[in-house]
């Protein structure tokens, strides 16, 4: 949660967090429920930025609770037509 916060703290000092911000809060995000990274780095309504291949990476990392959100990343990523490597 703190890290949603911090991401609306940015936009409230009409700063523009970039793709390193926003990868480090979903791995922040780790601890937290798997929904919670989803909807910081690849919710289309919440996007910031253009997914990296670190962010699905790590969004991904934060599904080990639910394989089937994990297989639905992996499919987004190849979609995006970002080649995945061998973290992914």
């Known amino acids: 949660m703190q890290a949603l ?3 609306e703290d ?7 967090p970039d793709v390193i911000t926003c990868n480090t ?11 919670l ?3 910081l780095g690849l919710s289309p309504s919440t996007i910031y930025v253009t ?3 670190v962010t699905y990476n790590a969004t ?6 639910t394989w089937v959100e994990a297989l639905a ?12 490597d061998v973290v992914t």
Do not use: E, F, K
């Open 10 to 16: 940015l936009q409230q000092h009409w700063l523009s």
């Open 25 to 35: 809060c979903i791995s922040a995000c780790q601890a937290q429920p798997w929904w």
């Open 60 to 65: 991904i990392s934060s599904c080990r609770d």
């Open 37 to 39: 990274a989803i909807q």
């Open 73 to 84: 990343l992996v499919a987004s990523l190849l979609r995006s037509r970002t080649s995945p």
């Open 51 to 53: 997914p990296s291949l």
């Open 5 to 7: 916060m911090l991401l």
